[in-house]
């Protein structure tokens, strides 16, 4: 696990010598992040080797899995869109957007279309309030949202 | 640099001068700056920074951490975006510099999972940090201060803003926050002392060790130095970030926005308070009317009582489910809101609300819990007219069957 161990530095703790090397496990979210990018999901197959590459038990690796929204156990469409439903993007009319995407996809929010392509959630405050309503399409940030722009954000990403 | 203009942040400096400037003092005399210039942490708390600092230097474990609290979650904010989209550099420097001054050799920078769009550009300018001396060995020709900075993601948990949940996350661990004491100052990351500030904060460390402490302290009010970045949103005319110096009344932000019409103005994101008419004379600083920086505005047309609900939501979604009035009792106060949108709720199941919102805000772990009925008793108590009471006596609404 050489990529891991950046910085190796042996320090005094406690009156007890330690080996720094900004411990593995501290690494253990940016691996599920890899896998979750990669795969769409993280299957009990991977929570299992990515146990094991970690020493910990797999429901460790679960219950991490499970706490933060962005890492999934159920596998995600190939792009993900997230439309924020904070006050100010509802303000400005985020439930509108959310249901011409539904009508577009043809799903509802928290699905995944059929042919796996695409997923459609709603999600806390990204940030964009300035530019409200605004979506989180897979890592970019996308406001301010007319109805008119949902066409033009899904081409781009068929 | 950019074209934005403010007091203190937004205002001319020159790349890497506050961190030269730092490095020809020793780590005390920096620390004796820091401390004199009053800042305080910009994330909400208000914890003066120079104590913190202080803390860790004088922590006698040899190896430390500095790390950058880029977590902003709060519903409303977005300065962070802007600084760290605009004046990554800004931020970077002043982590080298907080490194100096507690003697730590590692940095990190935790981004929140929403923003990963913005990591490309900073990793860019701290390699180009590298190639400057700035970050690696030796920096800037300083014989033994070594300070390197990695960027960790965050995975959408509004809970890791909280510092202890943060250091749990960049463990590997549930952002679940931990008990405190003991302090992060002290045992943080991987148990050694760690140093965790805001973006906004760790921006303005240059500019006061460019242009010194007094100049700071000049700006603002007696107890509250410098300035606030703002994220104004909602019913104006010019949403945006702002930087004002400390002092500003809510009145004065509405105007330079152009807001018109207001009813109300949520201060501080779901967690802060909401604020009628007759409190916009208040002022923005620690002593009146703190904030993490969001102003959502909202207008005659707007109804109050929903946004409370939103808030709730929220809350109810990101609660991590570690203690007990935060996991239950924010899924009762939803209920309750809807009976008062309904119109059947009753005087004595208010009184009872209230008093679970009392509940909330004593005995919860972490700021989460205790802010989450922040907004529920500011509308309630203070907009009377946006609801009305049921005179109904309904036993179900009643808690304990009484």
Known sequence: MGKFCSMKKVVKKDGKEVVVCDDIRSYLLEELQEIQEKEGFISDENM????????????????V????????IEKKGRNVIRVSSCMPCEMKGSEGIVEVFEKKL????????????????KTSCIGMCDKAPAVLVNDELVGPVEIGDVDKILDRLK | MSKREGPVIFSEIKPLTGLRKALE??????????????????????????????????????????????DEGEPGTFKDRVLLSE????????????????GADRGYVYLRGEYKGLKKELERVISEMRENKAL??????????????????????YICGEETALIESM?????????RPPFPVNTGFLGFPTVVNNVETMSVVPHILVKGADWFKAIGTEKSAGTKILSVSGDCVKPGVYEVPFGMTVEEVLKMVGAEDTKAVQVGGASGVCVGKDEFGRE??????????????????RNLLDMVKNFLEFFNEESCGQCTPCREGVPVLIEGLELIKKEECNERYLKDLFSLCETLQCSSKCGLGQSAPNAFVSVLDKFKDEYKLSTKIKKETVFNGQ
């Open chain 2, 284 to 301: 923005i600083s620690f002593e009146d009317l703190p904030t993490g920086g969001s102003f959502i505005i909202l207008n005659s047309g």
């Open chain 2, 25 to 70: 003092m020793s780590g005390e005399a920096v620390l004796e700056v820091i401390k004199s210039s009053n800042l305080k942490g910009r994330g909400g708390a208000g914890f003066p920074t120079g104590l913190k600092w202080g803390f860790a230097a004088s922590d006698s474990d040899e190896h430390k951490y500095v790390v950058c609290n880029a």
């Open chain 2, 136 to 157: 690696g060995e030796d920096i800037l020709g300083k014989k033994g201060f070594n300070f390197d900075i990695e960027i960790k993601m965050g995975a959408g948990a």
């Open chain 2, 171 to 179: 463990e590997g661990q549930r952002g679940e926050p931990r008990n």
């Open chain 2, 87 to 102: 004046y990554p550099l800004l931020m970077l420097e002043g982590m080298v510099i907080a490194g100096y001054v507690i």
């Open chain 1, 48 to 63: 299992q080797k990515t146990a094991d590459k970690f020493k910990i038990h797999p429901v460790e690796v679960y219950s």
């Open chain 1, 106 to 121: 043809g799903i509802k929010c928290g699905e995944t279309t059929d042919d796996g392509n695409f997923t459609l959630e």
């Open chain 1, 65 to 72: 899995v499970t706490f933060y929204s962005f890492l999934t």
